[in-house]
């Protein structure tokens, strides 16, 4: 089984955020860049596909030369290869072409995905890649197993679980529940020294329009001052929480 995990750069949740010219541009200086924890899920779980059942993994990022150290970091966690694609990410439809001409490429059987970056949340590349590849697709995806050309996930959904099967090529938009945090992979200095040997391609962009654009960012408004209610003064609580905040 051939497995593609498209991984996504993206700043630490712990880092300072700003933006530069007039506030259209995000401030890469200072920010410290890790892999996408949706994505870092799903690669943990092919890491258990590789382990258990021999397959192949490969990993892909659309972005300019700054992300391969997100990349090698997937890579020490236990990729074989790794792809770059040599442009910006800046739109989700633009990115998933870039990564459907990498999947119809590779012939993968599996291809995982977050079902979302934390930096922008667009939460549409998987379900663009999957249309692009004409591929079947489960999106929420906290669980999943393969059995020979089939697979059978869970996923979430309002109020509860559902269980699909489908089958391969498939492409899963996963999350946190494929594994759990206590499962993710830490590279060691082993993984560290071979991640330098193992490939890392670099490959030339797919021409694609994009069809959005960053107008401005803004950060949310400063939280105001608390104040303190008297625990035995329900009725000026009562009077704070419906005239003031308007939570009731």
Known sequence: ???????????????KINFTDGDSKFDTNGVNFVINPNDEFGLTRAMWFKE?????VDVVNVGGAETEPTLRKALAIGADNAIRVNTLAVDGFQVAKQLAKVAKEGEYDLIIAGRESIDYNGGMVP???????????INTCISLEIEGNKATAVREIDGGKETLTASLPLVIGGQKGLVEESDLKIPNMRGIMQARKK???VLEPEEAAT???????????????VKLVDPENLDELIDLLHNEAKAI
């Open 127 to 137: 379900g663009m890649l999957a249309a692009l590849l004409d591929a079947n697709f």
């Open 199 to 201: 490939p890392l391609n």
């Open 52 to 56: 258990k059942q021999g397959a192949s």
């Open 1 to 15: 089984m051939k497995i593609l995990v498209c991984i996504s750069h993206v700043p630490d949740t712990t880092s």
């Open 211 to 225: 069809q959005t654009e960053a107008v401005k960012f803004e950060k949310p408004a400063p939280k105001g001052d």
